[in-house]
């Protein structure tokens, strides 16, 4: 588990395919290693890695299929960089939200503007995703435990203050650039809650309105 509050900046140095999947290298930086043992987790760009390797300067870590297929993992490049937060300990400060390094999709950079010393973020996410993003709710974008200040259908506005611009990736994203989202985890698990004994019913893989208006709900206005 994490909290969103990045730690560092890193670099990806190496990328190399591995029967299908790949395995990459990331330079940490700043980032302090001396606590970190293999098997130990690593948030990268939000996406929750398992260190196979410790050469000195960073770790190596292995990437499956599924996460190519569900992050931006499968866009780096030697060079990106990208944000890091090792995993939360008993003694960690929860600076942010409760985040579990499982990416939910790929969001997409559609506005950036200048708002004082403020920097305006407009991310459109996949619809699927947009009915657990919320006015002030909590959403982790590459890693970063954010507040939600607008929604607008599947597209959401965040208010970057200048420490966060420097201390993270935000800095380098422009319009059309790909983030990788987690919405909160409350969110996810009040779903399936809701859906009561039909989360058994593998016909019933989530709530809409036709599962609302078979269990009673009348959306209708009533005086």
């Not at 930086?29 to 390797?53: F, Y």
């Not at 299929?65 to 929860?94: C, D, F, I, M, Y």
């Not at 036709?210 to 009673?216: C, R, S, T």
């Amino acid at each position: 588990m994490f909290t969103g509050i990045i730690e560092a900046v890193g670099d990806v140095v190496a990328l190399e395919p591995k029967s299908g999947d790949l395995r990459v290298r990331i330079r940490t930086n700043k980032l302090d290693l001396n606590d970190v043992r293999l098997g130990d987790s690593i948030a990268t760009n939000g996406v929750c890695l398992t260190v196979v390797d410790l050469p000195g300067d960073g770790y190596w870590a292995d990437v499956s299929v599924e996460t190519l297929k569900l992050t931006s993992v499968g866009q780096w490049q030697v060079g990106t960089r990208v944000n890091l937060e090792k995993a939360l300990t008993p003694e960690t400060r929860l600076g942010g939200h409760i985040v579990s390094g499982h990416v939910d999709g790929i969001g997409e950079v559609v506005n950036r503007y200048t708002d004082a010393r403020a920097e305006q973020f407009f991310v459109k996410a996949p619809s699927s995703l947009a009915k657990y993003i919320a006015y002030k709710g909590s959403i982790t974008v590459d890693g970063t435990s954010l507040t939600v200040n607008a929604v607008e259908g599947d597209t959401f506005q965040l208010t970057i203050v200048p420490h966060t611009v420097a201390e993270t990736i935000f800095g380098d994203y422009k319009i059309g650039t790909k983030v990788n989202l987690e919405v909160d985890v409350i969110a996810r698990y009040l779903e399936r809650l809701l859906m009561g004994e039909k989360a058994a019913d593998a016909q019933s893989s989530s709530i809409d309105m036709a599962f609302l208006a078979q269990n009673g709900f009348d959306g209708r206005n009533k005086r």
